[in-house]
């Protein structure tokens, strides 16, 4: 096989909101698994969370949250490089350079900025616009070779791209254009109240999204109220979206096929079937959170892995950046 542990590989999620079972399945287990794959940077993006408007005590607490939730859930510090983006100011300082080859209209195009701006007609703010760039900064950064992206990412990822290639043209080979790491497409877990519609951390119905942070009885009472249909059939269907949607969330939970957990619940009740899910989910939350809650509990660990990770960062995003400046003309003394 391929050694690929030299390969960089680059990601951030942002500490806004509570995540969802949805995102432990399509997010957060897959930084687990390539941590070992790949030399991998893996960031808190505080400085992209607050192009829409957070509460600033929220958004500290939320970003330790996030970090310990990540090690609770098998993100190795001392196998990856966890840091919080705005512990490194080379992001901002990329992003200022690049802005100056990126255009107004290209930005103005882009489909999250367009949907947001929608959404928070309020609050068009210059960072909302800029979000991009600073994505592009991020990456560019580490001369990541790879990026793992979900669909709603893809668009930005393109962008980081062009950005390199401009840049590489304009002023000689200074970065290393990165490529869309594609995820095996697990399956997309829905709405348990209606599963056309995707799992969001942002639903208005409380009882339509699970969350990592949902206590035992919180989990089991959302099970109990998942929509599912009238036929009593537990297989998994086009035509039957709520109850295929409880098969994927036991199979993922489970470790299991989808097929697998079919044949588990062959000829049992509705019931009885969401209230497996409900345990099962539960079951894998326990000690996920036990442990973030110990690790909130230990702020002296946490700061210490998040300044390594800190430094360990700015060692390598400081490189590029003096190339970066070199290149672009900028006094650096002799
Ligand atoms: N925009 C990404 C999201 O909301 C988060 C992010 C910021 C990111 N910088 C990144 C993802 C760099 C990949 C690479 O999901």
């Known amino acids: 096989m391929e050694d690929t542990t030299q390969k960089i590989l680059y990601s951030a999620v942002q500490p806004s909101g509570n995540l969802?079972?949805?995102?432990?399945?399509?997010?957060?287990?897959?930084w687990v698994g390539l941590q070992h794959a790949f030399t991998c940077f893996y960031a808190i993006?505080?400085?992209h969370a607050i192009t829409v408007k957070q509460e600033p005590a929220?958004?500290?607490?939320?970003?330790l949250e996030l970090a310990a939730l990540y090690i609770a859930c098998g993100v190795d510090p001392e196998q990856c490089t966890l840091y919080v983006q705005s512990n490194v100011s080379a992001h901002a300082e990329l992003a200022w350079v690049l802005n100056t080859i990126t255009y107004v209209g290209e930005m103005e195009r882009m489909t999250q900025f367009k949907?947001?701006?929608?959404?928070?007609?309020?609050?068009?703010?210059?960072?909302?616009?800029?979000?991009?760039?600073?994505?592009?900064?991020?990456i560019l950064l580490y001369q990541a070779h790879l990026v793992p992206v979900g669909m709603d990412q893809r668009q930005h990822l393109e962008i980081a791209r062009d950005i390199a290639i401009r840049f590489n043209n304009r002023y000689g080979e200074t970065f290393r254009v990165p490529e869309g790491y594609i995820l095996k497409e697990g399956a997309k877990i829905t709405s348990l109240q209606d599963p056309l519609r995707k799992m969001s951390k942002s639903d208005e119905n409380p009882n339509a999204s699970v969350f990592l942070s949902d206590d035992r009885d919180t989990v089991m009472r959302k099970f109990k109220r998942a929509v599912t249909d009238s036929d009593n059939r537990i297989v998994?269907?086009?035509?039957?979206?709520?109850?295929?949607?409880?098969?994927?969330?036991?199979?993922?939970?489970k470790g299991c096929t989808v097929a697998e957990a079919e044949k588990t619940f062959e000829g049992r009740g509705y019931g009885e079937f969401k209230l497996a899910v409900g345990e099962t989910v539960a079951d894998a939350l326990a000690p996920v959170q036990a442990e973030q809650k110990r690790l909130l509990a230990d702020k002296g660990y946490l700061a210490e892995v998040l300044k390594r990770g800190a430094e360990e960062a700015f060692r390598a995003a400081r490189k590029t950046l003096s190339k970066v400046y070199r290149k672009v003309g900028f006094y650096r003394g002799e």
């Open 115 to 138: 949907d947001k701006a929608a959404r928070h007609a309020e609050n068009i703010n210059m960072g909302l616009m800029d979000y991009p760039v600073l994505m592009a900064a991020d």
């Open 236 to 253: 998994a269907s086009e035509d039957k979206p709520g109850v295929t949607n409880l098969l994927n969330i036991y199979a993922a939970f």
């Open 20 to 30: 969802t079972i949805g995102n432990y399945i399509g997010a957060i287990r897959n």
């Open 58 to 63: 929220l958004l500290r607490r939320r970003t």
């Open 45 to 47: 993006a505080d400085m």
